[in-house]
Structure formats: C-alpha cells, structure tokens
C-alpha cells in the first residue's frame, strides 16, 4: 500500500552550506564529515553511522550538485498551465543511509526572502543506486506564477522519509533564471 | 477511500468475451499488471485500439530518430518506423476501418493505412502543437492544440481534404491551450484545455461550458455528450464529471494531477496520472488501484473490449517527454511479444 502522502510534513531543518563535488550527501544537522558508507544488500539500504544524510540538487536524466547561488534554469513542461503552473525547476536528490523502496522524497520551492511556497512536488521512488548513495532525479516542482520568480533567490529544498520512517533534508538558495522561456527561447512575461 | 479490489477485475475479466475465434492463443494465468515497455527513449503518450488484438501506441521523439509509433495485434507487439520526426501526442484507433491517425509537434497529421501499410503525413496550418485529435470519420475530424507558455490555443477542422480553424473561433483560444477533444457524433464534440476550459460542439456552434477549476483539464472522455468525465491538474488533481447540464466536481481528496480518462460500456471510469496513481469509479465512488505497476507518470489509459486495461506514461514533465512506459492489467500475454 502507498505510503500516506500526507505523513511527511517533516519540519525543516536548517540546509547544509553546499557541497564539494564527489564527497556525496553532507549532514544536516550533525556537523559531522560524511563516514564510510557501507551497503547492506540484506535491508536494502546504504549504511551510515551518521544516518540518513540527503542533498538537493538539480538535473533531469541524473542527479547535478547544485550550489549556493547558482543560477537555475526556469524550464517549461510540454502540456500544463503555461506561466501558470507550466514551468519548473529540476530537482534531484542523493541521499544515503536510507532503504531505497518506495521512498517518498517532497521538493519545495520557495522565495528566499519571504519564505512563501511557489511551488512544490511529492512523488515515490524507488531510488537508483549511485555509488555509495542513492539518487532521484528529474522531478519538476510546478510554480505557480513563474513571472514573479525571474532573477529571484530561491530555496530548494528537499524531505525524504524512506519506508522504514528514516527521514532527512536537505535545502539550497539558488537563484531563478531572468526569464520564463517559450520554446524559442523568448521571455513569456510582460 | 476505499481501494480497488483486484476482484473486481477477475468479475470484469470473467464476463468478458473470450475473443475471435481466430485470436491467437494466450498464456492463461490470472489478471495481474505487466510492464509491457519501459525505458523507451520518448515517453509513451497514448494507447488505443479497436480490440484486445488491436492496439496502437504512440510517443515523443525524444531522440530525434522519430516518434515511438507500435501495434499490438494479439501475439507480437511491433515498432513501426513512421517516416516522421516530432512528437505524437495521440492516436485514435477507430477513426475508420483503415485509418488510423495519430497527432503532434508543429501541427503534425499523420495518416496509416492497415490495407497498404504505408504511412502518410499532412499538416495543419499551424506549427503549435496538436495534443488530441477526435472524428466521427476520415471527414470529419477535430484537432485541438496550442502554444502552452503562451496558454493560447488553436482548434481545426478536418474535411479530409482541408485542415481549417471552426468560423467563429472560439474566444477562449485566446487564453488557453486545449489538451484533448472527445466527441459522441458529429453534433456533440467535447473539448478540453487550461484554465479548466470546456468547449462544447452542437453540431452549430462551438459554446463554453462552465466549469468548477481553474486547473488545466487535460483529457476528456465519456459515454455520450452528457455522461462525460474530464481530468487535470498540475500539483493537485481535478476529476469533473457532466451531470446533464453542469459540471460536478468529484476530486477524491489528495488527488494528484490526472492527465487520462477511459470511461467503459457499463460506465466504469478509469483514471491515471501522476507518479503512477490509477483511480477506478465504480458504483459512484472512486477509489485508487493498490500497488501501481510504476512510478512513472501516466498520460493515458485505455481498456479494451476484453477488459484490459492499458496505461502510458514516463517522464512528462520534460520537453520532449521521455524514458517510457507501457503497462496493461489482464490476463498474461504472451510471451517475448518484442518488439
């Protein structure tokens, strides 16, 4: 049975600082450096004496660290609502220490400076493996108004909750592209 | 709410006919979903047939090589090779005994005939996106489409021989794209599209329907012009029915985007969207499928007359959509079916 969409509203923990390339999920609130993951084929999932660790990133076809202040793409979806709930910024995740079945992973954008939500997706995966971690990728949280988005700071920000109840998050302050394009690259906005 | 209980899908299965005579013989087995295709380059975007042996699939052109285009006909499901490039956003099946015509990218038509099995293509004169096609005939078609960042539509005409915009236009595709188009006749023709916009044909005049969403509704379908059900969604899901003279809002609560509808001759409706979440309405209710076959998002979904149910889908949120997938609930196929 699917997990209950509605069970995880965890509450956000504080985004870690950013990422080196290749040194995987970083902790969200242990201060501690990411350990030796191991991975038990038995439970399915990656082992960490730190616990489950995840990282937000962007990406469509494969998970793409993203750092702080990064520009990001606002990318159009093929058949939706336009400005209205049409665009999207790619979202990933790589986690570890979690058990990779039916994972439920929730992305949110929201305006760094407000904190108002602009836009969200939650979705099951079974996570792929990627070395010593897990990854998910090309998921599309919808905006609700892409306009007011342009050249703005943005928080991404990603909850896993795996099917054990293991959760983690992580967050990221990027910065939205300065324009909404239509397929010929135009700015859509007034 | 309550869950579907794969029983019903034995009864369903069980009353159904057995099939032609000439049907090829099938594994037995009890009903269960199979992943028929996964992983396809373009995503899967409709799955529609005459019968159980009869089934045409179509998809994006997400490698430049041309759009996904295959047929099932019963025992070997097979990848035809449309001489076409850009995206095929639908198929209808039924249009005649020997057409099949499929819609797409830059206002693409493409024409098959079963009787030279040759492929053809013409082109509306428009180079949005056809996202429906619906006909009572070869000469008498509807297309519907548009330029979605610009939520601006377009609707066409087909004759046959010319591809026209409807005189008057309606205002609407001044402010919305439309996703799909559903007739009963050639006076009773339903579309559907952003902002919740229904459009209805008389067999006149084209006239908007009220309805109670401003999300877009993406797909519609029914049993007759006013037993029909139309789905949609970006985040949250909408699931309208038509009760006679208005528009009925039946969202089950927590819906996700739905983006397919198939309503079946006792008036079961199916429903499929996002993240791979199946809803049937039977006796009044809706209620989700248990255990999806997928993850990925559904675009469409078909049952055929044995009571098979086809489902599309893959990654849709990506321009073009890609990563495929193919599944279908009932009785086991047969075995290495290709292609």
């Given amino acids: 049975m699917r997990l209950g969409l509605c069970c995880l509203l965890l509450p956000l923990a504080c985004g870690s600082e950013g990422s080196t390339p290749d040194a995987g ?9 990411p350990g030796d993951a191991g991975f038990d084929q038995d439970l399915g999932v990656a082992l960490d004496a730190s616990g489950p660790r995840c990282e937000v990133g962007t990406g469509v076809d494969l ?30 995740v790589r986690v570890n220490g979690v058990a990779p079945q039916r994972a439920l992973v929730r992305f949110k954008l929201l305006m760094a400076d407000t904190g108002t939500e602009i836009g969200r997706q939650e979705r099951q995966f079974n996570l792929e493996p990627s070395g010593n971690n897990f990854v998910a990728y090309g998921v599309a949280p919808w905006i609700d108004d892409c306009c007011p988005v342009r050249n703005q700071a943005v928080l991404m920000q990603v909850e896993l909750q795996d099917q054990n109840g293991l959760t983690c998050t992580d967050q990221r302050r990027v910065r939205a592209a300065d324009r909404c394009p239509d397929p010929n690259g135009n700015d859509i906005c007034p | 709410m309550r869950r579907w209980d794969l029983s019903y899908g034995l009864a369903l299965l069980a009353l159904a ?23 396809t380059p373009g995503a899967l975007l409709r799955a529609h047939g005459t019968s ?12 430049g090589q041309g759009p996904l285009v295959y047929h099932y006909d019963g025992q070997r499901l097979s990848k035809h090779d449309t001489g076409t490039t850009g995206d095929l956003w639908w198929v209808q099946a039924d249009l005649s005994a020997d057409e099949i015509r499929m819609v797409g990218e830059r206002g693409r038509v493409v024409q098959y005939r079963p009787s030279t099995g040759q492929f053809s293509e013409r082109s509306a004169p428009t180079t949005d996106t056809i996202f429906g ?15 979605t960042s610009a939520n601006r539509g377009v609707i066409w005409r087909d004759d046959g021989t010319t591809i026209s915009a409807p005189v008057p236009l309606p205002v609407a595709t001044s402010s919305a794209t439309f996703f799909k188009a559903q007739g009963f006749g050639a006076d009773a023709v339903w579309m559907v599209g952003q902002r919740g916009r229904a459009l209805y044909f008389d067999g006149q005049t084209i006239s908007e329907s009220p309805t109670p969403t401003f999300l877009p509704l993406i797909a519609v379908h029914g049993l007759s012009a006013d037993q029909v059900y139309a789905v949609g969604g970006v985040a949250d899901g909408v699931i309208l029915r038509r009760d006679g003279q208005t528009w009925v809002d039946e969202t089950p609560r927590g819906l996700p985007q739905m983006s397919g509808i198939w309503v079946t001759p006792d008036g079961t409706a199916y429903a499929a969207g996002f993240n791979g979440h199946l809803y049937v309405r039977k006796d009044g209710v809706w209620s989700e499928f248990e255990e999806p076959p997928t993850f990925q998002d559904f675009h469409a979904i078909w049952v055929d007359d044995q009571g098979g149910i086809w489902a599309v889908g893959g990654r849709l949120a990506a321009d073009p959509p890609r990563d495929g997938v193919l599944v279908y609930y009932g009785p086991p196929l047969p075995e290495g079916i290709g292609p």
């Fill in chain 2, 17 to 39: 006919c057995s099939g032609e005579k000439n049907d090829p013989p099938r594994p037995s087995g009890p009903p269960a979903w199979q992943v028929v295709l996964e992983g």
């Fill in chain 2, 52 to 63: 159980a042996n009869d089934v045409w699939i179509v998809g994006a052109d997400a490698d």
């Fill in chain 1, 63 to 92: 998970f793409e660290e993203v750092a702080e202040d990064q520009v990001v793409a606002l990318s159009l979806g093929p058949q939706g609502g336009g400005r209205y709930s049409g665009y999207h910024i790619w979202s990933s």
């Fill in chain 2, 133 to 147: 096609v619906w006909g009572d005939d070869t000469n008498s078609a509807w297309y519907v489409g548009g330029e």
């Fill in chain 1, 25 to 33: 999920p970083t902790p969200v609130d242990s201060g501690l450096p």
